[in-house]
T-cell receptor, first 112, second 117 residues
């Protein structure tokens, strides 16, 4: 069965420090990986997806198939980055379903 | 444009009662999803509708849960004989499924917070 693991429930860093939110997955196929973010009192929204290879709000994530990881990184954290971050997996594109399998989330708290 | 909307935003009910949660997807989106967000559990997939295809119900936790989508638009998630463990935030999302991956992004609604006393 597919699984997404986010080992840290809470990550607290100081403003300007580097951030790495860990995500590991288990799936034997070729998945798509996503990071979603939920700011306080806002709805869940897509931050980035591995196929886009983009940097969004200074965040990047590289899919490492060998380590089955998709860690989210930012070199210098900002206070406005404080939010709940969810890693998610979708099975091979074009399959019968488009459902996302989410991790349990990591709360990022950036201290001033 | 308008995003995904859900109603009610909050629902408090007594154990054993039935509840209905509503989702209005983004206009034109053919795919609709329901997820459940429980404390410490993350987001759990419940059910997925895509056009006229048979829904993927593989995530529904029991036969007390059902969902329908009328006219390819609005969806209703029904929980019968609610239990305390059903307390959670129920999220709806929609997407425009095409051959292009970028347009498959799921847009989420604000959720319905269900509390079963």
């Amino acid at each position: 069965a597919q699984r997404v693991t986010q080992p840290e429930k809470l990550l607290s860093v100081f403003k300007g420090a580097p951030v790495e939110l860990k995500c590991n997955y288990s799936y034997s196929g070729s998945p798509e990986l996503f990071w979603y973010v939920q700011y306080s009192r806002q709805r869940l929204q897509l931050l980035l997806r591995h196929i886009s290879r983009e940097s969004i709000k200074g965040f990047t994530a590289d899919l490492n198939k060998g380590e089955t990881s998709f860690h989210l990184k930012k070199p210098f954290a900002q206070e406005e980055d404080s939010a709940m971050y969810y890693c998610a997996l979708r099975k091979d594109y074009g399959g019968a379903t488009n459902k996302l399998i989410f991790g349990t989330g990591t709360l990022l708290a950036v201290q001033p | 444009g308008a995003g995904v909307s859900q109603s009610p935003s909050n629902k408090v009910t007594e154990k054993g009662k039935d509840v209905e949660l509503r989702c209005d997807p983004i206009s034109g989106h053919t795919a609709l999803y329901w997820y459940r967000q429980s404390l410490g559990q993350g987001l759990e997939f419940l059910i997925y509708f895509q056009g006229n295809s048979a829904p993927d119900k593989s995530g529904l936790p029991s036969d007390r849960f059902s969902a329908e989508r009328t006219g390819g638009s609005v969806s209703t998630l029904t929980i019968q004989r609610t239990q305390q463990e059903d307390s959670a935030v129920y999220l709806c999302a929609s997407s425009s499924r095409t051959s292009g991956r970028i347009l498959d992004t799921q847009y989420f609604g604000p959720g319905t917070r269900l509390t079963v006393l």
